[in-house]
C-alpha cells in the first residue's frame, strides 16, 4: 500500500508572535494517521497574501493532500478564502449554500457585510460543514480550508474524513529507560535505523532534579518489522543500564 502525505498550513500572524499557541497540528496529525495518512511537512504563515498564495500552490503540488487552518472570519485580515482561489487561478465569490449555513446562526440583519465575508467561496469548491459556528470551510481540490480556533477547526473534520483515500498506516512503539543519556545511545541507535531503514527511530530525553532518561520512538508501516526493532530496543536498554 502506497505512503499518502499530507501538508498542514498554520496561518496567522497571532502564530508567528506567540499570543496564540497552535494545537491544531497535533489534532490534524492525530486525525490522519488514524486515516492511513502522515503530515510531511507543516508551516507556520503570516497574514500575508503572496506568501500564502504561494505556499498553497507548492503544497498542492508537493503532497496528495493539504490542510489550512486560519484566516476564513469576518475580519480584513482574513484572506484565506482568497488566497486558495489565487493558488488555483479561480473566481471567488459569495455563495448562496455557505449563506444558508450561516443563516442558521445569524438572522438576516445580523448578516452584515463582514459576516457575509464568511460565505465568500473559491469557484467550485465544495462546503466543509461547521456544526460549531456555521461558517463553512471548503475544500478546492486536494486543499481543505478550515478555521484557525481549535474547537470549529476539531468540528469541521467530521465532515473530512470521508474525503481521505488513506494510504498505509504508520504504526509506533516506544522504549523508555531511566538513568541514561542520549549520548549513551547514540552509536548504537545509528547502527540499528541503518539496519532497518524503513523504521525511523528518535530518542528523546527527559530529565529532572532527581531523574534523567530517554524515550526511544519507532514509527514505521510494517509491524513485523517494528516488532524487531522494539525488542532490539529493549536489548540496547539492558546492555546500557546493566554495563
Known sequence: MKLVKAGVLLIGD????????????????TFLGALGVSVGEARVLPDDADTITQTVRAFSEQFDYVFTTGGIGPTHDDITADCIASAFGLGISE???????????????????????????????SLIANPVSQAPGFQTQNVFTLAGVPQIMRGMLADIGHRIEGGAKTYQISVTCTGIGEGDAAAPLAALEAIHPSVSIGSYPFFNDELRGVSFVARGQDEVQLNRVKTALNALVDSLTQG
Open 14 to 29: 497571532e502564530l508567528l508572535s506567540g499570543r496564540t499557541q497552535d494545537t491544531n497540528l497535533a489534532t490534524i496529525a
Open 95 to 125: 455563495r448562496e449554500d455557505a449563506l444558508e449555513s450561516l443563516r442558521q446562526r445569524y438572522t438576516d440583519d445580523e448578516l452584515n457585510a463582514a459576516r457575509r465575508r464568511m460565505a465568500r467561496i473559491p469557484d467550485g469548491a
